[in-house]
């Protein structure tokens, strides 16, 4: 009865044996059907651990599939460089603060796989390179996963003048993602919403957008089936508070279901809300 609340990286919830709700199904047909995604869902949704999966596939960790759907769908397991960009890190309190993190990524690619534009002032020449290079040094093309690429703007909300800083410093980065297609096996973007307006995404038009697609309506958060083979927590849980099962279940679909993220999909229960109300048994 390990409850993975906060826990965002998939290679220690499955070594240490974490409650693991197996979406590795649905991340096969997103590899399979495309190259290109975006993908905008609340916060404490999974969109961490999302990104965190697909980052050991990419690496070919096929013992941390083990007993996972995908484990009989996957024959290649084919080892692929993988940049993983989290944006969560900092407060953003200026376009410095968004630079050095950029920049401290920027040096960990170089050193991993050599680049002659490292000394380049400009990050999205640098993050080219580092493409690039990553492709030629291992003979394979590059994964790039962005973790809340929208944080640093919507930490800017109501400073109109940073957020335009911000705005045109990762429009430049994140169009790199076009430019480099021939060397990218797959990319994906994740955030909280879709910033559709405000030219970010108007270099990157090669991007899929998933956020409510009926066929990956369900890739982050816990559907009513999903919930339903977690029962014997669901039975201790109904124990603890000396009331029914199939009341417990009312009581959570009440609470924690609803989302919805495209047109008479079934309701979606968040997972982190989910996992306190087990744990806590309340």
Same mark, same amino acid.
């Given at each position: 009865m390990k409850y993975p609340i906060g826990i965002q990286q998939f +290679?220690?919830?499955?070594?240490?044996e974490w409650v693991y709700v197996d979406k590795t199904r649905q991340i096969y047909e997103l590899v399979q059907g495309g190259s290109c995604y975006f993908l905008s869902r609340p916060r404490r949704f999974g969109k961490s651990l999302l990104l965190s999966t697909l980052e050991a596939?990419?690496? =070919?960790?096929?013992? !941390?599939f083990e007993g996972l759907a995908i484990e009989s769908l996957e024959k290649e397991w084919t080892v692929h460089p993988v940049l993983h960009l989290d944006l969560n890190a900092e407060r953003y309190a200026s376009l410095d603060e968004l630079n050095n993190l950029l920049d401290t990524y920027l040096r960990k690619w170089e050193s991993m796989y050599g680049t002659a534009e490292s000394g380049n002032p400009s990050l999205s020449q640098r993050f080219m390179a580092v493409i690039h290079s990553a492709k030629?040094?291992?003979?394979? /093309?590059?994964?790039?996963?962005?973790? +809340?690429?929208?944080?640093?703007?919507?930490?800017?909300? =109501?400073n109109e003048a940073l957020q335009t800083e911000f705005r045109n410093a990762l429009k430049a980065f994140y169009g790199v993602l076009k430019s480099a297609d021939g060397d990218l096996r797959f990319a994906m973007l994740t955030g909280v919403t879709r910033f559709s307006k405000v030219s970010v995404f108007s270099d990157l038009n090669n991007l899929e957008d998933i956020s409510l697609d009926k066929d990956y309506y369900d890739i982050c958060g816990i559907t009513e089936e999903e919930l339903r083979t977690l029962n014997p927590y669901v039975e201790r849980f109904? @124990?603890? /508070?000396?009331?029914?099962?199939? =009341?417990?279940?009312?009581? !959570?679909? @009440?609470?924690?279901? =609803?989302?919805?993220?495209t047109v008479n999909s079934p309701g979606i229960y968040n997972p982190y809300s989910l996992f306190n109300a087990f744990k806590k048994k309340e």
């Open positions: +290679e220690k919830l499955r070594e240490d596939y990419f690496q =070919g960790k096929k013992h !941390l030629l040094k291992t003979g394979r /093309n590059v994964v790039v996963l962005v973790d +809340e690429y929208d944080k640093p703007m919507l930490q800017a909300i =109501g109904a @124990k603890a /508070n000396g009331t029914s099962v199939e =009341g417990v279940y009312a009581e !959570l679909k @009440k609470l924690y279901d =609803g989302y919805h993220f």
